[in-house]
């Protein structure tokens, strides 16, 4: 099966940094303008989907969440989430005290990935 998200060694480090100090994440991605145009890391229930978003997978157990129309949008794209020495946009990202900011790099999935592609999850 094809994944739909990977992230680099430098994201699974932050990600374990992270659950060291806050426990169980979640990430939310919603596409919109500001903080929403990156992935958001929140402590596993401090933010609520909407009906219809999408679980696209999860990294160290950690579910990353797209907002639907997102969802659509990327839905034929893979997803590797990376981490630079940065602050993000808006400041409510975990990682953002570390002046580490999470981002997403897209690509297309190949005709044979996209026939092999996990399932994913919704709201409903």
């Known amino acids: 099966m094809t994944k739909r998200i990977d992230a680099t060694e430098k994201a699974t480090e932050l990600i374990k940094i992270l659950q060291e100090k806050h426990g169980d994440l979640m990430f939310y991605q919603a596409g919109g303008c500001c903080e929403g145009s990156q992935p958001q890391c929140f ?3 401090g933010f609520y ?5 999408v679980c696209i997978g999860s990294i160290e ?6 907002d639907k129309d997102l969802f659509e949008y ?3 794209a893979h997803f590797t989430l990376k981490v630079i020495d940065a ?3 808006g400041g409510f990202s975990l990682e953002t005290p570390l002046k ?7 690509r ?5 990935e996209e026939r092999n592609l996990e399932a994913v999850k919704y709201i409903e």
């Open 74 to 76: 990327w839905k034929h």
């Open 43 to 45: 402590e596993k229930g």
């Open 49 to 53: 989907q909407r009906m219809g978003d």
């Open 61 to 66: 157990e950690t579910e990353f969440w797209v």
């Open 87 to 89: 602050f993000g946009v």
């Open 100 to 106: 580490k900011t999470f981002q997403i790099e897209y």
């Open 108 to 112: 297309i999935f190949t005709p044979e």
